[in-house]
Structures are given as C-alpha cells and as structure tokens.
C-alpha cells in the first residue's frame, strides 16, 4: 500500500480548533486508488518542532506524496499555494512562545521553492466539485510558510510530489460578520478532491491562477 501523507496543524493563537486538522483528519484511511491511501497526521504549531515532526512523518511513513494544510485566518477558499520563501517573520507568537523576525527557514537555501503539486488542476477539480478554490502567491511568513519550505528543501530532487494548501477559518471560528468561512463538510468535500487531482495529474495544466497584484 502506497500513502499520501496529508498533514494539518494544531490549533494556535488562542483557537480551540484548527479547520486544517478537523478536515485532514476526516480523510485519514481514505483510498485514493486501489494501492494508494491517505494517512492524515497533526503538526504542532511552533517554529522549533513542525518541520522535525514533519521529517520524522515522512522518514516513518514514506509517502509517494505529501500535502500540507493549515488554516489561513482571512481565506476564503481553498488556497493552492504556489512558493514557499526563505523567511520567518512571525507577527504572533507560535505555540512555544517563539516570534522570529526576518531569520532564514534554512541559512543559505534559496530564497524560494515551488509547489511540485499541479495546483491549476487542483483548483479546477474543486471548483468542479462546487467548492471555493484558487492558487495563492504566498502562504505567509509563519509556521504554515517554515514547514512548507522545509518540505520542499527536504524533498528537492526526489520524485515525492509535495505542497500546501490553505484553508479558511469555520464558521465558528469567525468574530467579525465580514470574515469569510467555510463549513468543515465543504472544506472536507474539497480536500479530498484536491487530493484526488493531485494524486491523479502528473503534469499541471495551463490555466491562470495569477493576479495582478
Ligand atoms: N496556520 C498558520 C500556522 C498553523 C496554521 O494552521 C500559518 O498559516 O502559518
């Protein structure tokens, strides 16, 4: 049996919750072919351990794929995101209390990485399924951004596909009448299909996801 690991964070900054793990957990055994399945695990929400965690996953679990999601508090949709940076710039504390300004994910690594996900066909496939969903340009500077570029920085020239996908908060989850959310059934729905596109399209297709600022 081969297996997509699907990571979601811990919940941070004072929330009960985290959508990232409340869906990825959901999806935990799911089959995505007849030797293929989904095993979903949490990250802790701190800069010291996520991408230890994550290297241990994935020493321990050897997956043909790995996507991470965690919750990005002002998205809308499902959010394919497109590069990891080199830089932590935390604007709150992560869960052990560390705020890195402006240090390097890894000291002398390139300023970026890409998705090595299709993530234009991921978008489509979940915009087919009647979910929200769009390629992002950043996923931050926080925890979220670290482990993404880590994972990239670890599997550079492997043949293990990987990426990150953000996710809105659920509507419990939102204060302010104008914040968008995402109920976790949808959020669930869409995952599982961008999984589903992302296991099942070797090569992206040409379709924008850009923006003009
Ligand atoms: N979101 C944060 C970190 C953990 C999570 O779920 C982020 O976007 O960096």
Redesign the pocket.
Known sequence: MQTVLLTG?EP?DQDLI?P?WEAARQLDGVQLAEDVQIVARRLP?AFATAGECLAELIAELRPVMVIAT???PGRSDLSMERVAINVNDARIPDNLGAQPVDTAVVVGGPAAYFSTLPIKAMVKAVREAGVAASVSQTA?T????QVFYLLQHSLAGTAIRSGFI?VPPMPEQVTVAAQPSMALETLVKGLRVAVQAAWGAQVDIAQTGGQVS
């Open positions: 964070f941070f985290n990232s929400c965690g919750l990005g931050g926080f925890v979220c951004n953000h």
